[in-house]
């Protein structure tokens, strides 16, 4: 004889960020919530989160700091539950936290404040949390989802997928949101790694030779445009401006940078007329690190003493400066990237509450879903965002 299943009004997949979050909602409601994980600790990505630290959201999080196949999708949920709404949560729990740049927050202390805070909303609201549960079976039929971990089966009338992505397969990352999602008709916008370092060619050996150099640059693809550190490896380009342009880039297409946003056109002739016996080399050193103006120099190909260089020939080692083009083999990959671009499909989704539209009952939310954020917090707000619309509206 099978196990007589327990009941609950909404059963959540996933104990990361955006299902916690979305049980902590509902349960407030007066819901009763089962939360199902395969992991044996909740909130993994966040413990390892901003250095430790969790960057938790960002003071600024516009719709045009996302990316999707409907870039409008995120503005209800995001404008519903905004930054200053989960920084009044984190100052509730009396946890201290701090602005870095460009908008970052981050605790003063340790991410795991921020797991600890979501299980007690959890556990506040009497929603149940089972780790260690992998799934075994789905069923759906009468308007009831039927969820099967080894011995245990749960029943309930909504189910809301918040199993993440594909990025950091070691903290058990998988497809199963995408499969989950196919099963019950939803299409899938195809999975790829963003805000990942990039790899470069043995044509740029050269840049691969200096790995742990960093610069302040302008790194572009396409129309996108981030002024932030480039940082050299020994496989590529990383750094807070080579991961944000790496949301946008696709295989074939090349990304360049401006070494030198902060100099107006001519400084490099400039440069010539106040020190003419200076070098290119030395020239660049004054900005970039000795090294990479080492490297950048030899591949200009301008040697000699400034005064013995036309202005023509500096003016074209300053346009080239200002739009050094790469063209990356590939990327590190799902292991390194800290987000997944694409997912379940936004057209099938009720962008006010986060439910399928042809499937009643069921729900996406997080990263499993195609809206991807910027690098500094915006990707912990749109899983704060989209779980609050479910959790309002379970």
């Not at 797991?115 to 949390?129: D, H, K, N, P």
């Amino acid at each position: 004889m099978g196990s007589i299943p327990s009941r609950h009004d909404a059963i959540v997949l996933g104990a990361g960020g955006a299902g916690l979050m979305c049980a902590a909602v509902a349960a407030g409601r007066g819901l009763n919530v089962l939360v199902i994980d395969h992991a044996d600790e909740a909130g993994k990505k966040i413990l390892i989160s901003g250095g430790g630290r969790c960057n938790f959201t960002n003071r600024l999080t516009p719709p045009q700091c996302y990316l999707s196949a409907n870039p409008h999708f995120a503005t209800s949920a995001l404008a519903r539950y905004t930054p200053d709404d989960f920084i009044a949560l984190i100052e509730r729990h009396r946890i201290a936290w701090h602005e870095k740049t460009l908008g970052q927050l981050f605790c003063d202390g340790s991410a795991r404040q921020v797991v600890a805070m979501l299980l007690a909303e959890c556990a506040s609201g009497g929603a149940e949390i089972a780790l260690s549960s992998p799934i075994t079976d789905l069923a759906h039929a009468d308007g009831q989802f039927r969820v099967t971990c080894g011995q245990r089966i749960a029943s309930a009338s909504a189910l809301v997928i918040a199993t993440g992505g594909l990025s950091i397969p070691k903290l058990g990352a998988s497809g199963f949101a995408y499969d989950i999602a196919r099963r019950f008709g939803l299409k899938v916008v195809e999975p790829r790694p963003a805000l990942v370092p990039l790899t470069l060619g043995p044509d740029e050996a050269l840049f691969r030779s200096l790995s742990g150099v960093a610069a302040d640059v302008i790194a572009s693809c396409g129309k996108a445009r981030f002024r932030e550190a480039a940082l050299f490896t020994h496989k590529g380009l990383s750094g807070p401006a080579i991961l944000q342009v790496s949301s946008y880039w696709r295989r074939g297409e090349e990304i360049s940078i401006d070494f030198f946003p902060h100099r107006q056109p001519g400084w490099l002739v400039a440069a010539k007329r106040a020190r003419p016996r200076s070098t290119v080399r030395n020239s660049l050193a004054e900005t970039l690190a000795a090294r990479l103006a080492e490297a950048v120099a030899e591949r200009l190909g301008l040697a000699g003493e400034l005064a013995n260089l036309s202005d023509r020939a500096l003016e074209g080692a300053e346009a080239r400066l200002c739009r050094w083009r790469f063209n990356p083999s590939g990327s590190e990959g799902f292991a390194k990237a800290e987000v997944t671009a694409g997912g379940i499909a936004t057209d099938g989704l009720s962008s006010k509450t986060m439910q399928a539209k042809k499937v009643p009952g069921l729900y996406a939310v997080g990263e499993a879903v195609d809206v991807t954020g910027w690098l500094g917090g915006y990707n912990f707000q749109w899983a704060w965002s989209s779980a609050w619309a479910a959790g309002q509206a379970l």
